[in-house]
């Protein structure tokens, strides 16, 4: 599957670099990642993603074929709600935040329609994905007695997945404008996988072995992004 979307993703960025009138431009904005860890849905991560992109171009053609290159920090957290008293003080305990900062390719195609007034758009896409560092090595120490957290070794660095979503174009005038775009960004392969840890000792039954069950995880992003676009178009003049 990872081979078959890095090939379409490859194919598409070519055909684009071989057009003719083509628009690009830059979004960023906030990101919801969520993660399931087999047995229970984790609690949301809030961080942000950017992307560079650039699509096919025609006045007249509702369709086009855009591709575009992302920063994307995905995962999911881990919060304790309310806080602690010892010694008659209260402790507010931080969130487990566990963060994968991934490099996104992604190539798909573009349908646009009036709507209110300013021109909509909906869209799909394909993804292939790099992790290039996460936050796990903070979970280390505990590990180290009770490996309850992910940890780096585990985790799958090549991830395939897909982009469902849309927006509305907002124009400066004939050669610029902005976008509000909404997405939601299921992956098809494991961000994560663990199989399960036997011989565990158990911390709460001393004298005792336990087992770590398997972690299995995938990401799911919402993804809102506000950005700025230029078009380019060529004139033939006779």
Not at 19 to 34: A, C, D, E
Not at 96 to 102: A, D, K, T
Not at 165 to 190: H, M, Q, R, W, Y
Request: with cysteine; charged share 15%; aromatic share 16%.
């Amino acid at each position: 599957m990872i081979r078959i979307i890095g090939m379409l993703v490859c194919l598409g960025v070519a055909w684009l670099a071989h057009s003719q009138n083509t628009r690009y431009g830059i979004k960023l904005g906030p990101s919801v990642g969520f993660q399931r860890w087999n047995y229970f849905q984790n609690d949301p991560l809030y961080k942000y993603h950017g992307d560079l992109w650039i699509e096919s171009y025609q006045d007249e053609d509702p369709f086009s074929i855009f591709a575009q290159l992302g920063y994307h920090r995905k995962g999911s957290a881990t919060r304790f709600y309310g806080p602690i008293q010892i010694d008659n003080q209260i402790y507010d305990i931080p969130a487990n935040e566990f963060i994968f900062n991934n490099l996104s390719l992604q190539v798909g195609v573009k349908k646009k329609f009036p709507w209110g007034g300013v021109l909509g758009y909906y869209a799909f896409g394909l993804r292939g994905e790099y992790t290039v560092s996460t936050n796990l090595d903070l979970y280390d120490r505990i590990n180290q007695f009770v490996p309850v957290y992910p940890f780096n070794a585990a985790v799958k660095r090549v991830l395939a997945g897909f982009t469902l979503g849309g927006g509305v174009e907002l124009p400066f005038g004939a050669l610029a404008g902005s976008v509000l775009e909404l997405n939601i960004c299921p992956d098809l392969t494991k961000q994560y996988y663990q199989p399960q840890i036997n011989n565990i000792i158990d911390i709460y039954q001393p004298g005792q072995t336990t087992m770590i069950p398997e972690k299995s995880i995938k990401n799911l992003t919402l993804e809102l992004s506000l950005g700025v676009y230029f078009t380019r178009k060529v004139i033939y003049i006779d």
